[in-house]
């Protein structure tokens, strides 16, 4: 019987998702490992089935040349009879766990690991797991033309699990509902007495009399106001999300600070202080 032949047959005798023994006999660098299975049948495992970690990897490291290894079945070439084998599922397959995980609006926080430049951005949310953020979901207020006008690799975002499916391994993610998520939250802890969001509660009235504080004369003196000599700066954001950040670059830049969430903070803080620079969302 010629070689071939014999792997056909011994190659179709394995199922997908059996659990399988071998021994590896070749480590290609750039593509994988090639595994020798006790009946002699053929298997290949590809770089990305090697380990869950998505940086760069060396199959090397991983696994040496006679090392005797145990893999999982993907898929079978029908002609060759050559197995697709996976290590890294030996250990564990992290998507069975997904729905217990996570559910529509859960909050995730992962890193930026691949962008499609007109149709979204890939987010690992933990090792194995990825979920996708469609452009349209990207940016809370505006619309996006170039995912990299937002994203870079590598960057941390946080967003909020729109769409499951851990038959198909897809996950739909949102940093838009992340936000809008925040601002629903925040309305709805709101009293009476504290205030609600800055959209409702800093109207037209609001805006002149915080005008009117720093215009006319709440503080003891008149400056006049160049780059040089701003140092107290006052940042009205309803979204601590993106607030907060600012008001710490601002911090960091050597100027001092204060966060306002409401109108209501906001008129206090101007009544109580002297603000070079009030920058209004």
């Not at 059996?18 to 053929?42: K, M, S, T, W």
């Not at 069975?96 to 529509?104: E, F, G, P, Q």
């Not at 953020?133 to 967003?159: F, G, M, S, Y």
């Not at 969430?261 to 603000?275: I, K, P, Q, R, Y």
């Amino acid at each position: 019987m010629k070689p071939s032949k014999a792997r056909k047959i011994s190659g179709s005798m394995f199922e997908k998702d059996q659990l399988v023994r071998g021994r590896v006999y070749q480590i290609l660098p750039h593509f994988g490992v090639l595994v020798r299975l006790e009946d002699g049948a053929h298997g290949f495992i590809r770089k990305r089935e090697l380990t869950w970690d998505k940086g760069k990897v060396d199959p090397g490291k991983i696994v040496q040349v006679g090392q005797k290894i145990e893999a999982i079945v993907l898929n079978r070439d029908p002609e060759t009879g050559s197995l697709s084998l996976s290590l890294r599922l030996v250990a564990h397959d992290p998507w069975k766990a997904v729905d217990r995980k996570y559910s529509l609006g859960t909050e995730v926080y992962g890193t930026v690991i691949g962008i499609l430049p007109e149709n979204g951005a890939f987010v690992e949310m933990e090792p194995g797991v990825e979920g996708f953020i469609p452009i349209t979901q990207i940016h809370p207020e505006k619309e996006v033309r170039e995912v990299e006008d937002i994203l870079w690799i590598n960057d941390r975002v946080k967003a909020v699990v729109i769409g499951i499916d851990p038959a198909q391994r897809h996950i739909h993610l949102s940093i838009k509902e992340y936000f809008d998520k925040k601002r629903r939250d925040r309305m709805a802890k709101n009293t009476p007495g504290q205030g609600v969001s800055l959209e409702e509660i800093l109207d037209e009235k609001t805006r002149q009399h915080l005008y009117k504080i720093v215009d006319t004369g709440h503080q003891s003196k008149k400056k006049n106001i160049q780059p040089g000599n701003i140092s107290d700066i006052l940042v009205i954001d309803d979204n601590p999300d993106f607030g907060e950040p600012l008001l710490e670059w601002f911090e960091n830049a050597g100027y001092r600070g204060k966060l306002a969430l409401t109108g209501a903070e906001a008129v206090e803080a101007a009544l109580g202080h002297s603000f070079d620079l009030i920058i209004l969302d």
